[in-house]
């Protein structure tokens, strides 16, 4: 495994804007991110806008209103354990 770390945003729809402002001063080249919860409102942030893919899981992908985004990869549960198990790290913020 490479030093990388997924990025597992979890926050609050109110404070997923902090949130993802303090990730932007960690994240590096190999990091990925994953929005779940109300987090995943948050999908047009200039930050996660920038980022070259974002993972949602599926059930939740339904409550965004344009799933068509273009960096945005919708994963299953065996898909999200497959990417946590890929990662050395693996940080929730909330």
């Given at each position: ?16 804007a ?15 991110v ?16 920038q ?6 899981l ?35 913020m909330?």
């Open positions: 495994m490479s030093d990388k770390t997924l990025y597992m945003i979890q926050a609050n729809y109110a404070a997923t902090q949130i993802l402002e303090q990730l932007s001063q960690l994240y590096t080249e190999n990091d990925q994953i929005l779940m919860g109300d987090a995943i409102l948050s999908v047009e942030h200039p930050f996660i806008q980022l070259q893919e974002i993972y949602i599926e059930n939740e992908a339904e409550l965004l209103l344009q799933p068509e985004i273009e960096n945005l990869k919708i994963i299953n549960y065996a898909e999200f354990a497959e990417l946590c198990l890929s990662f050395s790290r693996c940080i929730s909330k």
